[in-house]
């Protein structure tokens, strides 16, 4: 019978997010400070062999999904290299990418040969100087030929992730969603969440489920129908749009305290395990597979943690305790 991780809330943990890197390509103003660099020698970050073997005993406890995120993971070298290796791992059956798809193009292909089935595309705004502003930098043209490239070579689910804010893209939320229909892929809207001093600042921005919902509404009139959300669908409120090949929804963190349903755990690119997106709380899992220690002992210290697995994030009462997170260290 296959093994479930279950915390002691009754949580069923099936979900790991790895990031892969610290580094990355563009510097959106609420993920990450302005001056801030990513701190580490090659030797802090997770090695192949680290991936290989925490993913293995992860996947022997219960976990069925791995979803590969940074920084920005397609600056990883070796990147090809992991989503084999992770996707290798017997139990593994969902390798989902998180990326701003700048490179996308180059890899987009060779990753869905190597066991990427699927990818999340962060795209905050169509309109090239707008984009470069808010990511400080990045090129809305890379990132259409990555969303291409995506298409063609079958990624499937596609789903655009968009921070909405107020005064920054909350004038764009129709043409995104036209754009995601004309493509016929899925779109997402993040609510801004306070991690980290930047994303604390752009929670100034924050617009509610709510007042997205009704948008989304206003402009879909009639045409759309609630998807029941599945175990493995994670905190969004989605619809399908009718006639089309395309989804809709509003991923709530802050309105919204979905933690009950939570079924994930993030591990850093220097291998720490978060146990929650809004919590300290972490044990370091690179230490534990350098060290000489069983894979059984390991497994023991997982479960462990597992079960110190916070009830609830606490983002909307206390911030001090997550605001020298960066969101681009933990991967989203
Ligand atoms: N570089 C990849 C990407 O762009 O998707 C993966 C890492 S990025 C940290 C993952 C996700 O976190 C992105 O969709 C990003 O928009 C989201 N994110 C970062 N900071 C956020 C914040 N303060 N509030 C809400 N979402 C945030």
Not at 43 to 63: H, K, N, T
Not at 140 to 153: F, H, Q, S, W
Not at 160 to 177: K, P, T
Request: glycine residues 6%; proline residues 3%.
């Amino acid at each position: 019978m296959k093994n479930k991780l279950i915390d002691k809330f009754g949580r069923e943990i099936s979900y790991l997010r790895i990031s892969i890197t610290e580094h990355c390509n563009y510097r959106c103003f609420y993920c990450r400070d302005a001056e801030h660099t990513p701190n580490c020698k090659r030797e802090d970050i997770l090695s192949y062999e680290d991936i290989q073997r925490i993913v293995r005993l992860f996947a022997e406890l219960g976990i069925s999904k791995v979803r590969v995120t940074g920084g920005e993971p397609l600056l990883r070298r070796g990147i090809v290299k992991i989503a084999k290796l992770i996707s290798s791992v017997d139990g593994i059956t969902d390798v989902p990418l998180s990326t701003n798809a700048h490179l996308l193009g180059k890899f987009a292909d060779k990753l869905f040969k190597n066991g990427i089935n699927r990818v999340n595309i962060s795209i905050d705004s169509l309109i090239p100087e707008r984009f470069k502003e808010i990511t400080r930098g990045g090129d809305i043209a890379e990132v259409m030929n990555g969303i291409d490239e995506a298409i063609k070579a079958g990624m499937s689910p596609i789903k655009l992730n968009v921070v909405a804010m107020r005064g920054v893209n909350d004038d764009e939320i129709e043409s995104l969603i036209d754009f995601a229909i004309d493509k016929g892929i899925d779109i997402r809207f993040i609510e801004t969440m306070p991690i980290g001093n930047a994303g604390i600042e752009a929670s100034a921005q924050h617009i509610s489920e709510k007042e997205l919902l009704s948008k989304i509404t206003q402009h879909l009139k009639g045409k759309l129908t609630p998807i029941a959300s599945s175990k493995t669908d994670g905190p969004a409120s989605s619809f399908k749009i009718d006639n089309t090949q395309s989804s809709v929804g509003v991923i709530s963190a802050v309105s919204n305290h979905f933690c009950q349903t939570c079924n994930r755990v993030r591990l850093t690119a220097k291998g720490d395990l978060i146990l929650c997106l809004g919590q300290e709380d972490s044990i370091s899992l690179k230490d534990a597979v350098r060290s000489d220690l069983s894979d059984e002992a390991i497994k023991a210290m997982i479960m462990n943690a597992i079960n110190k697995k916070p009830e609830k994030h606490v983002f909307n009462s206390v911030v001090d305790n997550i605001s020298n997170r960066q969101m681009a260290e933990i991967g989203g």
